[in-house]
């Protein structure tokens, strides 16, 4: 218990928490606020499975209560919903958020277009064909003219044949803008429909007591939330209350038979999984990219940030979960 305590120092680099004892009280709180649980604790947790996963509880925090009481809520009112206890949740475990990549400009489309196979031969050919207008023999001056009309019509075409590759240029101009303008503007609209999903989104929590419905983005480490029939889960969190519950991995792990979650069994719930039967009460234990879903999108590089090795503060991916299990569906 307390080298677990000790250990908690070494991510809480501006807390000012001395060593010895356990570093907090009885009823779960602590001094200075930390929580009695660290970020990579908690990732690492969400890592198990079943029986592995019950006896790291078990070891670790004595049972789900526990760790509820060293996350600061209650296993039963949850959540004082308190704005000062939010905002130090998301600055400990980070939001239920993954930001996307930055949008790529519009000069970064029109490089990608430019680099069409055709759109390359047409530009050697157009390069070459200008190249050529202009070109010169030597020794084509020191002739004798003998056919003055016959200079006069060469002369012309010497200085129309730049049109030619001007033309193949100017066509490819317009190609390589009409492609990037329309891959801009498709990715210009699919970002305003992330946004409206990421708003309308909303989960059942309970916080004081009282059963409401917040947005996903809102959602914290020590939430309650309520799970039912049909839920795509936000977040990862472990059942503290389950009526014959069965949930859908196979977007996390490829496998399609229904996994059935009970407290006494498998109670690790994780995000981007869904809902298929029963109903039951999870405590959120990893939100945005310290969940299961957010590690994966991370590493897939679909979301942006800093890998420093140790703290990973994350930071709604509701849009992601929603595209995520979208794609897995059959």
Known sequence: MGEMANSAVEF?????????????????????GDFGVTVKELRELMEL????????????????????????????????GDPADLDRRCQTFGQNF???KKPKTFLEL???ALQDVKLIILEAAAI?????????????????????????EDEGEGDTGWIEGAAILLSVVCVVLVTAFN?????????????????????????????????????VVGDLAQVKYGDLLPADGILIQGNDLKIDESSLTGE???????????????SGTHVMEGSGRMLVTAVGVNSQTG?????LGAGEMEEDGKEKKGVPTSWMLMENHAVSDP
């Open 12 to 32: 809480y680099p501006k807390g000012t928490r001395g060593g010895g004892g356990g570093g907090g009280r009885a009823d779960g709180s602590h001094v200075g």
């Open 49 to 80: 499975r079943g029986a592995d996963a019950l006896q790291k509880i078990q070891d670790s925090y004595g049972d789900t209560e526990g760790l509820c009481q060293r996350l600061q809520s209650n296993i039963t009112d949850g959540l004082s």
């Open 98 to 100: 993954i930001p996307p």
């Open 110 to 112: 029109v490089w990608e």
């Open 128 to 152: 070459i064909s200008l190249g050529l207008s202009f070109y010169q023999p030597p020794g084509k001056e020191s002739e004798a003219c003998g056919n003055v009309s016959g200079d006069a």
């Open 183 to 219: 891959d801009w503007s498709k990715e210009k609209q699919f970002r305003g429909l992330q946004s409206r999903i990421e708003q309308e989104q909303k989960f059942t929590v309970v916080r004081k007591g009282n059963v409401i419905q917040i947005p996903v983005a809102d959602m």
């Open 256 to 270: 399609s038979d229904h996994v059935r979650k009970s407290v006494d069994k498998d109670p690790m719930l994780l």
């Open 295 to 299: 590690i994966i999108f991370t590493l």
